[in-house]
């Protein structure tokens, strides 16, 4: 059956709506019944007739990359689980979307849970866990409703709980309401969470969450999109599925656009089938009246700006091109090789209005807000970047700051348990790198000469 929209909602031409199809669906809701009734659950029934190993070989065919942010293929992740492991297995689904630009996962929990739930319950079976859990940001209170609401009725049609479909295989799934921390984005923090502890991230090795994860037993941590990819792989077969998008970057994802553009919101496309221009210019409806791109964040707050003006050389050999920031193509593969990364899908449009300045100290602000304290150089440097990203804004830092600034950065990036490190560093390190002219002239002059007096008059009275 076609699916027809709410106004205004219609999907762009170049999308291919597989995972939001029924998101801003007209006549939708997040029922049982109309979830059955296209078909919903079938993938689970047909999937509980499969040896495990054979879906996840079907993952693995597919090339599905995580859709959270590091881009890892999540069967080779499934892969990692020991062998003759005794231990219970557990999967926990990470809700906790808390990348600035980033608005996919909600849209799905709130209008299309069934499908998560599903795709979760066909992940439980092929990894052996009868346990799982659905760790969701505590902003989110309607959508953990929702969810509630959803796992019942799954329950109570035989989706869930003993002995499903007849089939010998166990699975319950619970909510666990998270505490408001972007760090619980990061998987062994979230872990530390879920176990009612403060979420510290842990160190990896030895506590790789396939080896190591939730008390200490094998655990697969997969975020909301990748999980609900698995029941259209399934549906399709990972060989078919492996078809859409590009080499090593297969299937569709979600874009999520905000910022500078007139026409912000989600787009789900194949992984590559549209460039930054196409992105901007036509599903975007282009940038607001009389204004010029200044740069782009491709990944959410975390991944490093592309500079308008930039020309980026990609591929070796024979296959290198020049690309500018318009004829990128929106895949994992390429945005890395100009430098930055796919991550979470947050698309932040920056354009001639804004002050490079003030871009940076609002990133810089969430940051060292955010910060679990754990290791010194993020605990201490996210607060310092953001004290010196103040006083250039209020024109209160002298032209060496932005070189203080750098060092700072520099001296996080790498130095941390966790990856939260290079989240709060990555952003001053490519600003700097991109715009330091401009972040410069944000500064006073007159406050170097004042310092380097006051530096020689101390100096002075030093030598007398």
């Excluded at 170049?14 to 029924?22: D, L």
Aim: aromatic content about 8%.
């Amino acid at each position: 059956m076609s699916a027809i929209y709410k106004e205004g909602k219609e999907p762009h031409p170049k999308e291919r709506r597989i995972v939001f199809k029924n998101v801003d669906r007209d006549g939708w809701d997040t029922s049982i019944a109309m979830y059955e009734s296209e078909g919903g659950y079938d993938q689970l029934k047909k999937a509980l007739g499969m040896e495990p190993g054979a879906i996840t070989d079907e993952v693995k065919q597919a090339g599905l990359r995580g859709r959270g942010g590091a881009g890892f293929p999540a069967g080779v992740k499934w892969g990692f689980l020991p062998p003759n492991n005794e231990k219970p297995v557990y999967l926990i689904c990470n809700a906790d979307e808390s990348e600035p630009g980033t608005f996919k996962d909600r849209y799905i929990i709130h209008q299309d849970p069934h499908q998560l739930i599903e795709g979760m319950a066909i992940a439980c079976f092929a990894v052996g866990a009868n346990l799982a859990y659905i760790y969701i940001r505590e902003e989110f209170p309607e959508g953990a409703q929702i969810l509630e609401k959803a796992i019942e009725e799954a329950h109570k049609k035989g989706y869930l709980g003993k002995n499903i479909q007849g089939s010998g295989f166990d699975l319950e799934i619970y909510v666990h309401r998270g505490a408001g921390a972007y760090i619980c984005g990061e998987e062994t923090g979230l872990i530390e969470s879920l176990e009612g502890k403060r979420p510290y991230p842990r160190i990896k090795p030895p506590y790789f969450p396939a080896a190591m994860g939730l008390y200490l037993c094998p655990t697969i941590v997969n975020n909301v999109e990748t999980l609900c990819h698995v029941k259209h792989i399934l549906e399709v077969g990972g060989e078919e599925w492996s078809k859409i998008g590009k080499p090593n970057n297969t299937g569709t994802r979600i874009l999520c656009v905000s910022g500078d553009v007139k026409k912000p919101g989600y787009y789900e496309v194949e992984v590559g089938s549209v460039t930054m221009g196409e992105l901007i210019n036509d599903l975007c409806g282009g940038l607001k009246e009389g204004r010029s791109l200044k740069a782009v964040i491709p990944g959410g707050s975390s991944a490093k700006v592309l500079r308008a003006d930039e020309v980026f050389t990609v591929g070796r050999g024979d296959d290198t091109r020049d690309l500018t920031i318009w004829d990128i193509p929106m895949d994992f593969d390429t945005l890395a090789a100009c430098g930055s990364m796919a991550g979470s899908g947050g698309v932040i449009v920056i354009d001639d209005s804004r002050s490079i300045s003030w871009v940076l100290n609002n990133i810089n602000n969430f940051y060292a807000h955010e910060s679990c304290g754990q290791c010194t150089p993020c605990r201490e440097g996210s607060l310092w970047m953001k004290k010196i990203t103040d006083r250039v804004v209020a024109g209160k830092a002298s032209p060496s700051d932005i070189d203080t600034l750098d060092s700072v950065a520099r001296n996080i990036d790498g130095r941390t348990i966790c990856a939260f490190g290079e989240a709060c560093s990555w952003p001053t390190e490519s600003f700097i790198d991109k715009f330091r002219d401009e972040l410069v002239s944000d500064t006073n002059p007159e406050l170097e000469e004042k310092l380097l007096n006051a530096e020689s008059i101390t100096a002075a009275a030093n030598l007398g």
